[in-house]
C-alpha cells in the first residue's frame, strides 16, 4: 500500500496570501496524484488530477506540480473561501489511497 | 446536471449488515466506473471500493476485503455496496463517486455525493 503524507497538518495564512501545500508518496506514483478540496458538511470538491490538471471550474489561483514521490499544491493568492482542508489521492496502484490532510485555516 | 443520491445509512448493530445505493443521474451512468469512499466523524477520507464501468472488475480496501461487496445495476444507473459483519469502526458517511473519464481506470473522483450515514453502535 502506498502511504501519503502531507505537509503540513495546518497552515495557517492570511487572505491574499500564497499557500504551498505538499504530498509525499512512499513509493513512485508517476504522475497519478490529485487534489481535492473538503469544506465542512460537504462532499469533496476535485481540484488538480494526474498532478498538474485543473478540474473543471477550478480557477487559475490553483496549481499542481511534481513526479514521482513529491507533490505541491499552490494556491498562488488566497481567497476567504479557499479556508478548507484538502486531501490528495494517488491512483497509481490498489489500493487507491488518500493523505491525511491539511487544513488551511485564516491567521 | 450530474447528481449521484446516496441511501441506505442508518443504524445498525455489531456484527449486522446493511446495503447502500447510490441513484446517478444526468451523465452515461454505464460508461463510468464508480467507488465509495467513507469518512468517520472528524477523520478523513477512506478509500472503500471501486467497480468498472461494467462491473467486472471490482476492487476493495484491505478494511473492508471478504465484508462488503460493490456492485452495480447499469440499466437502474444505481451503484451499491451490501456491508455484512459491520463493526464499529465502519461508522462513517459514506460517499459514492464517480471517476473523471469514461472506460479506463482513470480513478480520480470528479462527482461526489452528499454522503449516507452509517452508524455501527450497539
Known amino acids: 500500500e502506498i502511504v501519503l503524507t502531507q505537509s503540513p497538518a495546518t497552515l495557517s495564512l492570511s487572505p491574499g496570501e500564497r499557500a504551498t501545500l505538499s504530498c509525499r508518496a512512499s513509493q513512485s506514483v508517476s504522475n497519478y496524484l490529485v487534489w481535492y478540496q473538503q469544506k465542512p458538511g460537504q462532499p469533496p470538491r476535485l481540484l488538480i488530477y494526474?498532478?498538474?490538471n485543473r478540474a473543471t471550474g477550478i480557477p487559475a489561483t490553483f496549481s499542481g506540480s511534481g513526479s514521482g514521490t513529491d507533490f505541491t499544491l499552490t494556491i498562488s493568492s488566497l481567497e476567504p473561501e479557499d479556508f478548507a482542508v484538502y486531501y490528495c489521492?494517488?491512483?497509481?496502484?490498489?489500493?487507491?489511497?488518500f493523505g491525511q490532510g491539511t487544513r488551511l485555516e485564516i491567521k | 446536471e450530474v447528481q449521484l443520491l446516496e441511501s441506505g445509512g442508518g443504524l445498525v448493530q455489531p456484527g449486522g449488515s446493511l446495503r447502500l445505493s447510490c441513484a446517478a443521474s444526468?451523465?452515461?451512468?454505464?460508461?463510468?466506473?464508480m467507488t465509495w469512499v467513507r469518512q468517520a466523524p472528524g477523520k478523513g477520507l477512506e478509500w472503500v471500493s471501486a467497480?468498472?464501468?461494467?462491473?467486472?472488475?471490482?476492487y476493495y480496501a484491505d478494511s473492508v476485503k471478504g465484508r462488503f461487496t460493490i456492485s452495480r445495476d447499469n440499466s437502474k444507473k444505481t451503484l451499491y455496496v451490501q456491508m455484512n459483519s459491520l463493526r464499529a469502526e465502519d461508522t462513517a458517511v459514506y460517499h459514492c463517486?464517480?471517476?473523471?473519464?469514461?472506460?479506463?481506470?482513470?480513478?480520480?473522483?470528479?462527482?461526489w455525493g452528499k454522503g449516507t450515514t452509517v452508524t455501527v453502535s450497539s
Open positions: 444526468g451523465f452515461t451512468f454505464s460508461t463510468y466506473a
Open positions: 494526474d498532478a498538474s
Open positions: 467497480i468498472d464501468h461494467s462491473g467486472g472488475s471490482t
Open positions: 463517486a464517480k471517476v473523471g473519464r469514461p472506460y479506463g481506470d482513470f480513478f480520480y473522483m470528479d462527482v
Open positions: 489521492q494517488h491512483r497509481s496502484s490498489w489500493p487507491l489511497t
